[in-house]
């Protein structure tokens, strides 16, 4: 699957949340950029999310969301030689 701008927008916004605490969510202020407005809506109808505008991750948003950071730290470290 590529990675097109829509997909890296969501990832973008998974990225964001605290898997720390399940309390915190996020929301997107009304003069947030259309990209994350739309990202987050994308999320909320994929089931990701609690709320269209943002809110806290689902059971299956914080699994994503794990995912997605472990991956992007593991690919932002040094490689070993």
Partial sequence: MPVNADLNAEIRILNLFNLDSSLEG?????????????????????????????GYLTDLGRTCAEHIQVALRILGSKAEA
């Fill in 26 to 54: 996020i929301k997107a202020h009304k003069d947030a950029d259309d990209t994350s407005k739309a990202a987050i809506a994308r999320l909320y109808h994929k089931g990701l999310v609690t709320q269209e505008d943002g």
